[in-house]
């Protein structure tokens, strides 16, 4: 059976709650930094790079795809995460 996951949005809350600090000028900007690794993690947890076993040679290929999609991703947000976290534009 599939266990559920927590929901997004109190996952999201919890992140930037965690992260408020009362008095810096930056905190929102790392409330919202926070939220967005929340949001990656969430969507895209981290998982290993599949290994090619037993499996079609084309369903192996399929399920790199998806990792490297997933990577891809994950790297987006994080990059925005630390932008965020800079101050960048």
Known sequence: MKQEREPLWRVMAGAWSARVIVGRPDAERLAIAAEIRALRDWLVPEEAQPQQSAMPFSSWNLKIE??????RLRALLTAEAERAEGGGQ
């Open 66 to 71: 998806v990792w490297d999609d997933h990577q």
